[in-house]
């Protein structure tokens, strides 16, 4: 079994950052794991990608964020990052880590989602 689970959400005022982190955990070694991503869902919206980074650390933003949002990750830790700056009011969400893909002991998982994190920007 494989997990994704997330941290770092909270309530911020407008202009201010914020860290997600995300760590995968699973029954047996995890080998590796190949894209990551952080979706968010809004209230009233559909779930929409912000960013991705490969396991070659190639990194994708939506236009959004660009400028903004940094993802990162520590592949050692089986952990991906989502460094949010200058956060807007139109940023609250609850953000989901998820991958494509993760090999541990002798299996994989596909599409392995987080349970989400809540993220509210004050005005």
């Known amino acids: 079994q494989v997990q994704l689970v997330e941290s770092g959400g909270g309530l911020v005022q407008a202009g201010g950052s914020l860290r997600l982190a995300c760590t995968a955990s699973?029954?047996?070694?995890?080998?590796?794991?190949?894209?990551m991503d952080w979706y968010r869902q809004g209230p009233g919206k559909q779930r929409e990608l912000v960013a991705t980074?490969?396991?070659?650390?190639?990194?994708s933003y939506a236009d959004s964020v660009k400028g903004r949002f940094s993802i990162s990750r520590r592949s050692a830790a089986n952990t991906v990052y989502l460094q949010m700056n200058s956060l807007k009011p139109e940023d609250t969400a609850v953000y989901y880590c998820?991958?494509?893909?993760?090999?541990?002991?002798?299996?994989?998982?596909?599409?392995?989602w987080g349970q989400g994190t809540q993220v509210t920007v004050s005005s």
């Open positions: 998820h991958a494509d893909r993760i090999w541990y002991g002798r299996t994989f998982n596909d599409n392995v």
């Open positions: 699973a029954t047996g070694n995890i080998f590796s794991i190949n894209v």
């Open positions: 980074i490969t396991s070659g650390g190639s990194e």
